[in-house]
Each structure stands twice: as structure tokens, then as C-alpha cells.
């Protein structure tokens, strides 16, 4: 029963285009929303965040998009840049406890 | 000055072997968690323990066993270690509020051979 889905596996883009990195997700029960990036041999780092009662949340080059009803969220970076080439992680979560439930990731290339 | 360490960082052994892995974070938070991630990526809770109590206990063989002797610290004890428990185990802590991320360590990949 996966709950949160990033169904491209792999995303190409010119370095200063726009990066849209998509999830949906089936709980209706997350409160909250969050993308991680991970590079090889390191751990996931937090990104950015977005309640359920926000539709957009932004931070610097980066921007998080929730569409509730359709059970969607999208990740945007503007402009791309190498350094932004990793594994993002769509994850999200209900409850005080923080049980966190993650996607399966999008490995985005930037390409110079 | 690692925020959240995990140790080794590379664990290679046979199968019916017990191991540990050893996990602290120096970020004061007061919460702490094990994922696995499998072959296919996808990265699961196993554990969590807030404040030394174990909150989050998912369907994981008895085999693992996780121990939390402060807040700062949480291991993960594998027994009979099978060849199935190949994956990356990454530890990871927060402080329970809303919105924040989790930080996490650089993993430990477990090789069963």
C-alpha cells in the first residue's frame, strides 16, 4: 500500500530551465508535506515544507505546490542549477509523531 | 561537528550473524527513527522512540532490536542476520513540532553475504 507515489523515476533538465518534480499521495489524513533531496552515500536533507492548509510555500529557488483536492504536490526549482542533480524525495505525514511516509524518489539531472 | 552520526558506515556479514548499529545526534532533539532503504529505494520506518520511548514499532521481524539508553542515542541490534536484511539503515532525529524536517545520517549499508 504505497501512499505516497512519485511515478517519473528520472527527470532531465537544462541548467536555468525549470525542474517540476511531481507526487501524489492517497492518505487524505496528512497534515504535512515535505521534499527531501539525497545525494550518493549521504542521507536525505530536508528541503521544504508545506501544511495542508497552504496551497504554496516557497523558498528561494525553490517552490512547493499542494493541490488537495486532487491529492497532488509538486516540487519547482527555478533556475536549475547543477548542483540541484539528486534523488528528491516526496515524503508527508499526519499525527504529532512525525511517522513519515516517503515516496520512492525522482532522480533529477541538471545538465550544463 | 556531524548533527546526527551513525556507525560504521559499512557493515559486511554472514548470514546467521548478530551486528549493531550505533546512531547519535547532538541536535537536542527528542526524537529518533530508523528507515530502511531496500533494493527498490523505497525508504520505511521501522522505528521511532521520543524521549527513550519506543511510539512507532512497524511490522519488522524480532530480529531487530533498537535500544534508546538516552535521547541522544539510538542502536539497532540485528540477530540471525539473513540475507533479506541487505539495505541501507538510516537513522534519522527530530523535535516534535509541526512542519519540521527530519535530519537524518548518512546511512549504514548492510551487506548479508
Known amino acids: 500500500d504505497q501512499q505516497v507515489k512519485q511515478n517519473s523515476p528520472s527527470l532531465s533538465v537544462q541548467e536555468g530551465r525549470i525542474s517540476i518534480l511531481n507526487c501524489d499521495y492517497t492518505?487524505?489524513?496528512?497534515?504535512?508535506f515535505l521534499w527531501y533531496k539525497k545525494y550518493p552515500a549521504e542521507g536525505p536533507t530536508f528541503l521544504i515544507s508545506?501544511?495542508?492548509?497552504?496551497d504554496k510555500n516557497e523558498d528561494g529557488r525553490f517552490t512547493v505546490f499542494l493541490n488537495k483536492s486532487a491529492k497532488h504536490l509538486s516540487l519547482h526549482i527555478v533556475p536549475s542549477q547543477p548542483g540541484d542533480s539528486a534523488v528528491y524525495f516526496c515524503?508527508?505525514?499526519?499525527?504529532?509523531?512525525?511517522?513519515?511516509?516517503f515516496g520512492t524518489g525522482t532522480k533529477l539531472q541538471v545538465i550544463p | 561537528d556531524t548533527a546526527v552520526s551513525q556507525t560504521p558506515k559499512y557493515l559486511v556479514t554472514q548470514m546467521g550473524n548478530d551486528k549493531s548499529i550505533k546512531c547519535e545526534q547532538n541536535?537536542?532533539?527528542?526524537?529518533m527513527y530508523w528507515y530502511k532503504q531496500d533494493s527498490k529505494k523505497f525508504l520505511k520506518i521501522m522505528f521511532s522512540?521520543?524521549?527513550?520511548?519506543?511510539?512507532i514499532n512497524e511490522t519488522v521481524p524480532n530480529r531487530f532490536s533498537p535500544k534508546s539508553p538516552d535521547k541522544a542515542h539510538l542502536n539497532l541490534h540485528i540477530n540471525s542476520l539473513e540475507l533479506g536484511d541487505s539495505a541501507v539503515y538510516f537513522c534519522?532525529?527530530?523535535?516534535?513540532?509541526?512542519?519540521?524536517?527530519?535530519?537524518f545520517g548518512s546511512g549504514t549499508r548492510l551487506t548479508v553475504v
Open positions: 534519522a532525529s527530530s523535535r516534535i513540532s509541526t512542519g519540521s524536517g527530519y535530519t
Open positions: 492518505n487524505s489524513m496528512f497534515d504535512y
Open positions: 508545506i501544511s495542508s492548509i497552504k
Open positions: 515524503a508527508s505525514y499526519s499525527g504529532g509523531y512525525q511517522k513519515v511516509t
Open positions: 541536535l537536542g532533539h527528542d526524537t
Open positions: 522512540y521520543n524521549n527513550k520511548e519506543l511510539i
